[in-house]
Nanobody, 117 residues
Framework: VQLQAFGGGLVEAGGSLTLSCAASGRTFSSYAMGWFRQAPGKVREFVAAIRWSGGSTYADSVKGRFTISKDNAKTTVYLQMNSLKPEDTAVYYC????????????WGQGTQVTVSS
């Protein structure tokens, strides 16, 4: 599975951005897709995840502000980010979890999101 994330950029606090992650290759083996982020000097953290069959989960820090969605036909996952805060600044990564595994197996290259105060 190959993943390509894009859509990052610079936005003012309170603004919005939408990230996209296009999956290709053996996508039929993918069970779920997730978004993670890593800020400078911090460990990578979970942001949101969605199963290709439906159902999503969010980190408490983004609940009510971020929405993860998918387009099965395009094998693309989106992360709509609203009410952005400076603490949302990070490199955002998408990842794919395969059937029968507990960890995310494939990762995209990351896209930078910078929120100015």
């Amino acid at each position: 599975v190959q993943l390509q994330a894009f859509g990052g950029g610079l936005v003012e606090a309170g603004g919005s951005l939408t990230l996209s992650c296009a999956a290709s290759g053996r996508t039929f083996s993918s069970y779920a897709m997730g978004w993670f982020r890593q800020a400078p000097g911090k460990v990578r953290e979970f942001v949101a995840a969605i199963r290709w069959s439906g159902g999503s989960t969010y980190a408490d820090s983004v609940k009510g502000r971020f929405t993860i969605s998918k387009d099965n036909a395009k094998t693309t996952v989106y992360l709509q980010m609203n009410s952005l805060k400076p603490e949302d600044t990070a490199v955002y990564y998408c990842a794919s979890k395969l059937f029968g595994t507990d960890e995310y197996n494939y990762w995209g290259q990351g896209t930078q999101v910078t929120v100015s105060s």
